[in-house]
Structures are given as C-alpha cells and as structure tokens.
C-alpha cells in the first residue's frame, strides 16, 4: 500500500489537501490440478482460486460459468478456465484429463454343484482387485446355497 498526498488548487487560489491511499490486492492465481479418471467417470473440476477481490467470475472452455463444473471423462481432453475478480484482473490456467480404460473382467466359467454342503472358489480375473456380492470373498472358498445363485464381480 502506498499513501499520496494531493493538493488542489483551483483558479480562485483556493488549496484543498487529501491523503489518498492505494493498495494492490493479491494477484489473482487459479491452480488447477491435472487428472487421471477411468472411462466414462463423472468428474467434478474446481478452479481452485488463490487471491483476487471477490466476486470472482468464471468462464470455462466448455462455456460455463462456475467455480466447479461436472464433466464426463469420455476422451482424454484438457480444459481452460478463466478468473476475473471485481478489479478486473484475471488469470487462466487448465487441467489435462487423461482417461484410463475400463479393465476386461471375468468370473471365470460357470459351475455345478452336485452335493449340499460342496464348497467352491471364485476367482475373478483381468483386474488387481476385486469384489464380488453375495458375501463372497474372491479366492475364498465358500458353500453356496441350494439353488441356481448369480454371482458378479466387480
């Protein structure tokens, strides 16, 4: 901040003195953070800003208008965001999205059960992890119930 006198004179002669104080606010900073999302994600981008004087208006590359937007991560795509602040000062930066396929899972093949009380194993494939319903724990033998029963992995 800096401090000005100023004095006026005007055509009479007359002198009127003030003080006049100028202040620069924090520059305005949007830092994005780049991400990595699998295929078909919905992903939410916040221009996280640093400084400026609110309000502060935005303007994405896709044309809205808010400090977060919600996009679909159907293709890897970088994405631009703009910041004005109440003095009009503005600052620009992106966010690069990459886009990770699905995994290619299998439950493996179907099976048949001739005897209550048999237990079986499932083990999914094609993936690191995996979660299965039903209670069962992949790898982990168990006795299903009788009857036909679906199981799915995840």
Not at 2 to 16: E, L, P, R, T
Not at 69 to 96: E, L, P, W
């Amino acid at each position: 901040a800096s401090m000005y006198k100023v004095k006026v004179k005007d055509q009479f002669g007359c002198v009127a003195k003030t003080n006049v104080l100028i202040t620069q606010p924090d520059p305005l900073q949007i830092n994005l953070i780049d991400q990595s999302v699998c295929l078909n994600k919905e992903l939410e981008l916040d221009a996280n800003v640093i400084g400026g004087t609110n309000p502060i208006d935005y303007l994405w590359s896709t044309g809205q208008q808010s400090k977060k937007i919600i996009v679909i991560a159907d293709k890897d795509r970088t994405f631009h965001v703009t910041g004005t602040d109440a003095n009009g000062c503005s600052n620009t930066d992106q966010v690069d999205v990459t886009v990770n396929d699905l995994p290619v899972v299998s439950a493996g093949t179907d099976q048949s059960v001739c005897n209550d009380g048999t237990t079986v194993t499932l083990n999914g494939s094609g993936a690191t992890t995996y979660v299965w319903d039903n209670g069962v724990t992949d790898g982990a033998s168990f006795t299903p119930p009788l009857g036909a029963t679906t199981y799915t992995v995840t």
